[in-house]
């Protein structure tokens, strides 16, 4: 239940403070133990949400990985991209190129790249310099992505945060992601190359790429995404969801 108070005993450090601020949903959150697996075994924790200092100690403890999910505004957002996709900069340069361009083309213009995880797969940070609509961002940004040709799916493409499913009744949580630079995660440097695993230093680059953002074309993309209605029932990359796309991009213009 998003309704209920978190309490807000931040942690002493700054740069936990800073994290606690930057990753600031707290319910649904993940954990899984490290055992040493490439593939954690996840449990989604829905009862309750995570205390904030709760949060950063176990963000810290190397025998422990833990992620978030999304709520009804959010200020950042990540593209997963596997070791064994087709858009992996190791298997296709240039499409990987094209995949950053297609964001570009609606005002993101500077990203975040790290390695994800000892899998070697990519997470992509896209950081705004406000609160926006998460479900609208979700829209767009895999509209964004159908328009020039990428597939979103698991193993290949996926958005955080994601479209979901609309439910009144029982509204469905947004899927949540590993957060950053836990064991096996590093930020990449131009050349893809890992160079550090600071949170300090992701933060400072978060603030830095929000600042770059054309807040303003993204805002249009938002709302141009938004009035493609049915969007939730496009599947792949067929004409229904081409159509949609060109729509979007006229409305862009």
């Known amino acids: 239940n998003s309704e209920v108070t978190v ?22 959150f993940i954990k899984a133990p490290n055992t040493g697996q490439k593939s954690p075994e996840w449990q989604t924790l829905s009862a309750y949400p995570i205390e904030h200092r709760n949060l950063w ?5 190397p025998a ?18 596997d070791r064994g996709s087709p858009y992996h900069p190791s298997n296709n340069e240039q499409r990987f190129k094209e995949l950053l361009g297609a964001y570009e083309d609606v005002g993101i213009n500077e990203l975040i790249t790290l390695q994800s995880s000892w899998s070697e797969g990519l997470h992509i940070y896209l950081a ?8 609208k961002l979700a829209v767009m940004l895999k509209l964004t992505a159908i328009r020039s040709g990428f597939k979103v799916k698991g193993g290949e493409l996926e958005i955080f945060p ?12 947004y899927k ?23 949170i300090k230093e992701f933060l400072d680059l978060a603030e830095k790429a929000a600042l770059a953002q054309d807040i303003d074309l993204i805002e249009a993309a938002l709302e ?13 990359n067929g004409a229904k969801a081409a159509q949609f796309a ?8």
């Open 7 to 28: 309490a807000v005993h931040l942690p002493l450090s700054p740069s936990g403070q800073r994290f606690c601020q930057f990753f600031a949903h707290r319910f649904n």
């Open 246 to 253: 060109q729509d979007l991009k006229e409305q862009i213009e």
């Open 176 to 198: 949540a992601h590993r957060l950053p630079l836990q064991e096996g995660s590093f930020l990449l440097d131009r050349n893809l190359d890992p160079y550090s695993n600071s």
């Open 224 to 236: 141009a995404a938004d009035k493609t209605k049915g969007f939730r029932h496009i599947k792949g």
């Open 128 to 135: 705004f310099p406000k609160e926006l609509p998460t479900y």
């Open 162 to 173: 994601n479209t979901k499913s609309y439910n009144k009744a029982h509204p469905t949580p």
């Open 64 to 81: 422990t990985f833990v992620g978030v999910s999304f709520g009804a505004t959010t200020h950042y957002a990540l593209l997963d991209i």
């Open 57 to 61: 100690h176990q963000f810290c403890d």
